[in-house]
């Protein structure tokens, strides 16, 4: 049986729609359309995004975090996805005020949708040899190719450790890619950064599918090589990294660590020098998302500020023996960091306590007498 609550005069309400209304458990979204209120329940059915801080588009509204669309009246969505219905709820015009009415009218129906991308687990069998991924961030002109000095020491490190230790290789140039910049959904709500990335899950155009797939599912070992772009990483590094957020949000919203016993090593060449500074953004952020990182994590080059010849710094990168054994050595490290975290992959996975990192609060302190 319906119960009805009033929720104020029109002059009250019309100053204040859209508007979230919480009425006993029931979180309500009311709008105003076509001259009269309507109430519909306020999560999306996608990931629970607030409809009411949506903006309107005829008589639908747009959830903020993902764009996903109900009509004020049907709680339906457009045509082709009007399977899909949030709850609607009863609302009157009455001479002592606009009145809503508990439960909704008519319920909430999910629809399960298949995903435009779907990120392949890539398990490893047993006894499978070592998965190791290089991500090259160097951006070029493909029709007026040019050589990479990171490029090139990240094929020899690949090269060298499929000789040596038989190990699988992919590589991705995060050049081939067309992906999408972050759309910065964490700046909405926390819970708006979602896995898969919203963007990866509605586009079918986006191709940063192989670096998701590659760093969650694939990979034992990653290295990744970058220039120094005025004394920082490439633009194509950040573009993905943007992107990435939502492989560590998990942590932040749902604490669900997706890489564990991974080894990150790094590549870092360019004309100026600026190698610990861009050493130190990389640790911090690929530690950030679960990654280990073996002694010695990085080899780099440069010519320093006051050497402004690319033509000369290439010609030491082509000719020079150390810098490739540099990088073979590099992935040696961290595959033989990698068999000592794999051999004790079993104390590695017991839960970690994480107080004090990244929106995790610190445990209380013990007050004076507590016994410990």
Same mark, same amino acid.
């Given at each position: *049986?319906?119960?009805?609550?009033?929720? $104020?005069?029109?002059?009250?309400?019309? !100053?204040?729609?859209?508007? @979230?209304?919480?009425?006993? #458990? #029931? @979180?309500?979204? %009311?709008?105003?359309?076509?001259?009269?209120f309507r109430a519909l329940g306020n999560a999306c059915n996608h990931k629970g995004g607030p409809l009411a801080e949506g903006r309107m588009r005829d008589e639908f509204v747009v959830c903020p975090w993902h764009g996903w669309e109900y009509s004020v009246v049907t709680g339906r969505g457009p045509a082709g996805y009007d399977e899909e219905q949030v709850p609607v709820f009863a609302v009157e015009e009455r001479p002592d005020g606009v009145f809503v009415?508990?439960?909704p009218e008519l319920p909430r129906k999910l629809v399960k949708h298949k995903r435009l991308h779907l990120l392949d687990e890539h398990p490893k069998p047993a006894g499978a040899p070592p998965r190791l991924l $290089?991500?090259?961030?160097? !951006? *070029?002109?493909a029709a007026n190719p040019r050589f990479s000095?990171?490029?090139? %020491?990240? &094929?020899?490190? %690949?090269?060298s450790a499929q000789q040596a230790r038989g190990v699988d290789t992919q590589r991705i140039r995060l050049r081939d890619l067309a992906f999408r910049h972050c759309e910065g959904n964490y700046s909405k709500a926390a819970r708006a950064c979602t896995w898969p990335c919203a963007i990866t899950e509605r586009d079918p155009d986006d191709q940063l599918t192989p670096v998701y797939e590659g760093l969650v599912h694939w990979a034992d070992v990653m290295i990744l090589a970058t220039p120094i772009r005025w004394g920082n990483l490439s633009s194509l590094y950040y573009k993905m990294a943007e992107r990435l957020n939502c492989i560590q949000n998990q942590i932040t919203t749902h604490d669900r660590v997706l890489i564990k016993n991974k080894v990150v090593a790094f590549i870092i060449t360019g004309g100026q020098d600026n190698v610990q500074a861009v050493a130190g953004q990389l640790l911090s952020f690929w530690g950030e998302l679960g990654f280990a990182v073996p002694p010695f994590p990085f080899i780099a080059h440069t010519r320093g500020w006051d050497a402004e010849d690319m033509a000369r710094n290439v010609r030491?990168?082509? @000719?020079?023996? !150390?810098?490739?054994?540099?990088?073979?050595?590099l992935a040696l490290r961290a595959l033989a960091f990698w068999a000592v975290l794999d051999a004790h992959r079993a104390e590695l996975d017991k839960p970690m306590e994480r107080s004090g990192r990244k929106a995790?609060? %610190?445990?209380?302190? !013990?007050?004076?007498? &507590?016994?410990?």
């Open positions: *049986m319906a119960t009805w609550h009033r929720l $104020g005069t029109r002059a009250e309400l019309l !100053a204040r729609v859209p508007c @979230a209304l919480r009425i006993d #458990h #029931h @979180a309500i979204a %009311l709008f105003q359309h076509d001259g009269r009415a508990t439960p $290089g991500i090259s961030t160097t !951006a *070029m002109d000095t990171s490029d090139a %020491l990240l &094929d020899h490190a %690949l090269a030491q990168v082509r @000719a020079s023996d !150390a810098l490739r054994e540099a990088a073979a050595q995790q609060r %610190l445990a209380p302190a !013990a007050e004076p007498g &507590d016994a410990s």
